[in-house]
């Protein structure tokens, strides 16, 4: 089933930028580019920085797009999202940034039009909240972290 995603472009955004798109048949995730007004962006060592797309969207109500990171430039450069996955709510009409962390030792040049992450189109399902004093009980019950094992 194929829902359709409005895009417009925020206000002095490059209107030369390609939308985000997928970049085979089967990727889950569309890469979005960086808008930095033709100027090359650093990010240093341990620095994050918001860095914007230029662009606003119209998502369904029932859905969500998620902002990940793109897996080559952890590896190669510890560069990732720190708020991964972040969340775009079907009701956000502003620009959409993305929030670059720098976990390498050396410095990150961000240039106008790097894909910088990538936005994952994903349904929500909203629930309805109801206190109780009693939840059920489970063979795991309240173990938390390496209750069931680590290999």
Known sequence: MTQIL??????????????????T??????????DTNHKRLTLKPNQRLLVKSGLCFEIPTGYEIQVRPRSGLALEYGVTLINSPGTIDSDYRGEVGVILINFGDKDFQINHGDRIGQL???????????ETEI??????NQSGFGSTGFK
Do not use: H, W
Not at 6 to 23: M, N, T, V
Not at 120 to 130: G, L, S, T
């Open 25 to 34: 048949k089967g990727a889950a995730g569309m890469d979005i580019l960086a």
């Open 120 to 130: 994952v189109f994903a349904p929500v399902i909203q629930c309805e909240i109801v």
């Open 6 to 23: 409005k895009i417009a472009r925020a206000s002095g955004a490059d209107p030369e930028l390609p939308l985000p798109s997928y970049q």
């Open 135 to 140: 939840l059920s009980k489970t063979k795991r």
